[in-house]
């Protein structure tokens, strides 16, 4: 199965928030995640070096490939290409998806995925047209980890999920109370960050969703397809 079939198959996408404790917390959080049913992990940590960033992320490669999740690293295409990461999850400042993929077609790299980010209609037909393995559409509502975004709402998942035929996941603000709001405009998949990693039980505020989402009548099928 290729890494865009089981993208295609997971329900909950969830992204790390830096630890209390620091980078070592990571790989507790992470085990955690996967645990309670993770099906992709993105490490993502905007204030950590490099070196720091290329180091962790091999750790918890290791770890989402124990418990079968995909793993996926913000920003640092570098990063997740030294590390054989799933793929990479790029954001509208970042290095733009067709660049992303002129880099790695010399180097023969297969099966990794290249996310996008995307705020509006117009970004999310860009990046489909610039070759975007998936989408994140969001954020859906307030969240200070986008403090500088505004919630685009419910209405322009409807729109994108109606009108894109790029594999989608929806992210922003969504939480056990809202998600199932998310998934009847049409979401097939959701992203998380505080509400699954900002938990005091990681692994228990990971399986609710999971168990949330996976029950929903219009829950992703193994196609990938809303069913």
């Given at each position: 199965?290729?890494?865009l079939d089981r993208f295609g198959a997971a329900q909950l996408y969830v992204i790390t928030c830096p630890p209390l404790r620091g980078p070592e917390g990571y790989p507790t959080m992470v085990k955690a995640a996967c645990v309670g049913g993770a099906d992709v992990v993105q490490f993502r940590d905007k204030l950590i070096t490099g070196k720091e960033r290329y180091e962790m992320a091999g750790r918890l490669?290791?770890?989402c490939s124990h418990y079968g999740a995909l793993f996926i690293v913000n920003d640092a295409l570098e990063v997740a290409l030294a590390v054989e990461a799933d793929g990479v999850h790029l954001g509208q400042d970042?290095?733009?998806?067709?660049?992303?993929?002129?880099?790695?077609?010399?180097?023969?790299?297969?099966?990794f995925l290249i996310g996008c980010s995307t705020h509006s209609l117009e970004q999310a037909r860009d990046a489909?047209?610039?070759g975007a393995d998936y989408i994140g559409i969001g954020p859906v509502f307030a969240t200070?980890?986008?403090p500088t975004y505004s919630p685009v709402g419910l209405d322009l998942v409807r729109e994108?999920?109606?009108?894109?035929?790029t594999p989608h996941v929806a992210i922003g603000g969504i939480d056990a109370l809202n998600v199932e709001q998310v998934l009847a405009a049409g979401a097939q998949r959701v992203a998380v960050v505080r509400a699954v990693c900002?938990?005091?039980d990681v692994e228990k505020a990971a399986r609710t969703l999971k168990r949330i989402v996976a029950s929903f009548p219009a829950c992703v099928g193994h196609s990938g397809m809303t069913v």
């Open positions: 199965m290729t890494v490669r290791k770890i970042d290095l733009p998806v067709a660049e992303a993929r002129k880099l790695i077609f010399p180097m023969g790299v297969k099966n489909e047209r610039q200070p980890t986008k994108v999920t109606s009108r894109v035929k900002g938990a005091d």
